[in-house]
């Protein structure tokens, strides 16, 4: 295959580097979706990280196709930086995108970037990336409140001369998703970091944002990240199970702090640390419980000796919930109160019973030996109190969900709860939703309350449907409080049952805790649900042998 650039088409303007790895399987497609963005694509760089498998034999089809040009390193990088670096090297036209073996550029992406970047004379442009999560196939919008603007995100059509008035930016920690004027990252010496750097997109974007580049931000859908959590090679964002994941990732958002002070940009580097209690630490802890006590041990040591070092204002800045577990890392030499903290740290935080005190009958996370002030608690909004939310099931004809609201030092109390809005929300059609509402009756230390839905709603004919459960409670002036995931009171365990629809059809019905104790609901559908569920059984049961 040839590395020498041919002549491109007269309208050519960007160049997309794509990097692969052992990943014949994919990176075909891969390239293709890169071809497929039209003439103004001039050329499709393919860096193949000295591959052990058939990559090469794949890519030898795309020969005939001028656009294509195949980059072969002798010795294997490490990591993902070191290619995408040789790419832009490479690279001949203005402007320049990147795809990874695995992901998709989608229809249109070159040409929406590429004109917004004309239009408002951008140095970088950036657009929505698709998390698409297989083999589910349930996609979900990357940083949606940056980027989905059903989801009331308000930068889609603005154009900013650097991002230090809008650090919420610094949540988008992808490359892939944008298009960069070459010229910029040459005169800059914007480059990923190299070797064996793992999550080397946070550096290189940090290194963007440093160098105040003009930045328009649009909705032009551009990229689809595939989530393969069943490959027999996970990628670096799903190793979390690994300890030296975490310690990459504290090595790589430390680089970006570091970028930010030097380039002189100490008010970027204050709002990294916010975003990383915000963000990353809740991301590893939500999940600790399924760790080892050795994982959770040194998880603890590193984390603490991290955040305790951050800037006062970032922690300040942090939200609550991020900022109590901030105090409890801070305070305690080992690990502390873990069940409240996973649970605090969920996506949809809760603090869940039994309310401690203080002696001095302060508000703290949990009992002795490290008190940790819940500061901040009486301050916040309904729509902020970590409520906490218990759920059981019962599946007939009827799914009959029984709730129990927990008040939270008095805070819900005072605000006189009057109804719970539950939702049903499918997991793989994101869009697909099922709610109803009932109104509350006191209890001791909260309230209760019992929601039915037909259980032929929940059903998705020919496959498995699976629905959490969530709940916003309601109070008597109007107001509602946040959105929260339904729990699994202590000790519940899931339920497996066979149900007769009213329609003489067989439903196979299971309830199931998350690891994070969030309940969820899972119905099959006829013969070919049933299937689908017993073979995914036998499948765990092989996978013990």
């Given amino acids: ?50 591959s052990s498998d058939t990559t090469r034999d794949v890519l030898a089809a795309f020969d005939g196709d001028p656009r294509v040009r195949v980059l072969a390193r002798e010795d ?56 698409r999560e297989l083999p589910e196939g349930r996609e979900t919008t990357w940083a949606a409140r940056l980027y989905d603007t059903a989801e009331g995100a308000a930068l889609p059509g603005t154009v900013l001369d650097g991002v230090e008035d809008h650090p919420e930016l610094l949540l988008d920690t992808l490359s892939v998703n944008k298009l960069y004027r070459r010229a910029f990252l040459n005169e800059h010496g914007i480059r990923f970091p190299d070797g064996a750097f793992h999550y080397e997109d946070f550096v290189f974007v940090a290194r963007v944002h440093a160098a105040a580049p003009r930045l328009a931000v649009t909705d032009v859908p551009v990229y689809v990240w595939h989530v393969r959590r069943q490959a027999a090679t996970l990628s670096i964002s799903l190793r979390r199970a690994s300890l030296a994941n975490w310690e990459h990732r504290l090595a790589a958002h430390q680089a970006v702090v570091e970028v930010f002070r030097a380039a002189g940009k100490p008010a970027l580097a204050t709002a990294a640390q916010t975003k990383f209690l915000d963000y990353d630490l809740p991301m590893y802890l939500r999940e600790l419980n399924q760790r080892s006590e050795e994982y959770r041990a040194g998880w603890w040591d590193s984390a603490r000796a991290y955040v305790s070092a951050f800037e006062t204002e970032a922690v300040a800045s942090a939200t609550a919930p991020s900022r109590w577990i901030h105090g409890a890392l801070a305070a305690c030499a080992e690990p502390y109160a873990l069940g409240r903290l996973v649970e605090l740290a969920a996506p949809l935080p809760r603090l869940i019973p039994p309310y401690h005190r203080s002696a ?40 009959r969900l029984t709730l129990t609201v927990h008040d939270l030092y008095g805070k819900a109390d005072a605000l006189r709860p009057a109804s719970v809005r539950v939702e ?16 509350v009756t006191p209890v001791e230390g909260g309230w209760t309350a019992s929601v039915r839905v037909p259980t032929s709603e929940l059903v998705c004919a020919g496959r498995l449907a699976a629905w959490s ?62 299937r689908r569920v017993l073979s995914g059984r036998l499948r765990r049961l092989l996978a013990r042998r």
């Fill in 469 to 530: 459960v969530l709940a916003e409670v309601r109070f008597a002036d109007g107001v509602a409080g946040g959105v929260t995931e339904v729990r699994a009171p202590q000790g519940y365990a899931g339920r497996r049952g066979v149900v007769m629809s009213r329609t003489a059809r067989i439903l196979l019905v299971q309830s199931h805790v998350s690891a994070r104790r969030g309940l969820i609901l899972r119905l099959a559908d006829g013969t070919l649900g049933a």
């Fill in 424 to 439: 049903f929300a499918e997991r793989v059609a994101a869009d697909r939703k099922v709610a109803v509402e009932a109104p």
């Fill in 76 to 131: 294997n990088s490490g990591g993902c930086g070191t290619p995408r670096n040789d790419g832009i090297a490479a690279a001949v036209h203005p402007y320049v995108m990147f795809l990874d073996s695995d992901d998709l550029l989608l229809p249109g992406a070159a040409d929406g970037l590429l004109a917004a970047a004309t239009r408002h004379d951008a140095d970088v442009v950036a657009g929505v990336c698709v998390r």
């Fill in 360 to 399: 001095a009958g302060r508000p703290v996370l949990a009992d002795a030996p490290c008190d940790v002030p819940l500061d901040g608690l009486a301050e916040l909004s309904a729509r902020e109190l970590p409520i906490a939310v218990d759920g059981t099931v019962s599946v007939g004809v009827t799914t």
């Fill in 1 to 50: 295959m040839s590395e020498t650039p041919r002549m491109p088409p007269a309208s050519a303007r960007v160049s997309v580097v794509v990097i692969a790895y052992n990943d014949a399987e994919h990176v075909g497609d891969a390239v293709r979706s890169a071809l497929a963005q039209g003439d103004v694509v001039g050329e499709v760089i393919v860096v193949d990280d000295a």
